[in-house]
Every structure is written in C-alpha cells, then in structure tokens.
C-alpha cells in the first residue's frame, strides 16, 4: 500500500490564483481530513469527510473547497490564494473502526 | 481553538536521560493520541489512550492519562538522538474529529 499520497510536494502562487492540492488513499478509509500547520503551531482541521459525497467544515474552512466523489480521492481547492494561506498542508485519513490517523507527507505552499 | 496543549514547548536532553511532556485538554475525549513529526515531514502515530485506560506502555514509550485534571503524559525513557522531532496530543472527541495541540518540540543531544 502506498498509504496516503499529496502532490504536489512544493508550489508557489500569486495572490489571486487559484490551484488544486490532490490527496488520494488507498487503505478504503472513509474518513479523510485536510489541515494546515504553520509554524509554531499544531494542525488546524480545514474540511474533513466521513465518507464519499459528504464533506463537513473544520476550524478554519474559508477560503478552501473540498469534494469527496470517491472514497480515494479528497482534493483541496483554493479558489483565490491569499498570503495567509501560506502553510504546508496535510491531508490524513483513518477507518471508521480504526482510531489511528495517517498522515501524507505534506505540501510546502507560498502565497506571494 | 486547539483542544490539547503542550507543555512544555521545548525541552532539550541528553542522549541517555527520559523525556516528559504533558497535555491538557478541555472537553470530554474518547481516546487521546500522540503523534512524532520529524523536521519536514507528516505527522506518525505513536500510541492511543482510550478515556477508561490509566497508562499505556509501547517500547520506551509510556502514557498516562487522568480524564479527572484532563490531562495526558507522555514519558520517552532512555532518549537517543533519533527521537528528537516535535510531539503532538490529538484528542478523539465526539465529532469524531482529532483536534491537535501546538507540540513539544524534543531535542536529544548526543
């Protein structure tokens, strides 16, 4: 299994663009989440879904879509990049039995 | 707002000596979880407390857990140079959701 995988792992926007970050799993969990981290700080929960077709926001959703059309796959879209929106992202996944969280390994994005 | 916090923020030890670090929580948790993140990397999970367990052990790491003082430890004895990485308590509420503190970030010097 590859586990959780992001691409891509580094990218830099202008203000105003817009972009998509990909999170696919293959581990057939149904819970998926995105968060960000910024520095000195844990991870802030942005959207998460409990399963294909249903998403949810988190703490810090605006600016942010996400869609769950496959158990798989959860992209994060970034519909007018800010520079506040400079972090590096994480999406994670876990099994409804299963408490354990996996986690990709991350995307470095700047917002200039 | 974060649910568990840290403490302390950074703590720097020697090869050899234990690591403690704590976490306090507010609401009411089903299980609580520590997470390592190496410099750059994703977060890894470590080992889960469920709210009607005490203490956890896993190797050289040991998890206490007092849903009294809402509040959580984890020991790390005999460090070696490789555990240096930030620590992170995520808590397991009823959202289902894992809410993360801000981390400890660990240093064991050779």
């Known amino acids: 299994n590859a586990g959780v995988t992001q691409t891509p792992k580094f990218q830099v926007l202008k203000t105003g663009q817009s972009m998509t970050l990909q999170c696919a799993q293959d581990m057939n969990h149904e819970y998926m989440s995105w968060y960000r981290q910024d520095p000195g700080m844990g991870l802030r929960l942005i959207h998460y879904?409990?399963?294909?077709?249903?998403?949810d926001q988190g703490e810090v959703p605006n600016g942010y879509n996400v869609s769950r059309s496959t158990t798989e796959d959860f992209p994060l879209r970034l519909l007018s990049a800010a520079p506040s929106q400079t972090s590096v992202y994480f999406c994670?996944?876990?099994?409804?039995?299963?408490?354990?969280?996996?986690f990709g390994p991350g995307t470095r994005l700047t917002v200039t | 707002s974060q649910q568990g916090e840290e403490d302390p923020q950074a703590l720097s030890i020697q090869e050899g000596e234990n690591a403690t670090m704590n976490c306090s929580y507010k609401t009411s948790i089903n299980n609580l979880q520590w997470y390592r993140q190496n410099s750059g990397r994703g977060l890894v999970h470590l080992i889960l407390?469920?709210?009607?367990?005490r203490e956890k052990h896993s190797g050289r790491l040991r998890v206490t857990l007092d849903t009294s003082k809402k509040s959580s430890s984890l020991l790390i004895t005999a460090s070696r140079a490789a555990d240096t990485a930030s620590y992170f308590c995520?808590?397991?509420?009823?959202?289902?959701?894992?809410?993360f503190g801000s981390g400890t970030q660990l240093t064991v010097l050779p």
């Open positions: 879904s409990v399963g294909a077709g249903i998403t």
């Open positions: 995520a808590t397991d509420g009823s959202a289902r959701q894992l809410t």
């Open positions: 994670a996944s876990r099994g409804t039995g299963n408490t354990e969280q996996y």
């Open positions: 407390i469920r709210s009607n367990e």
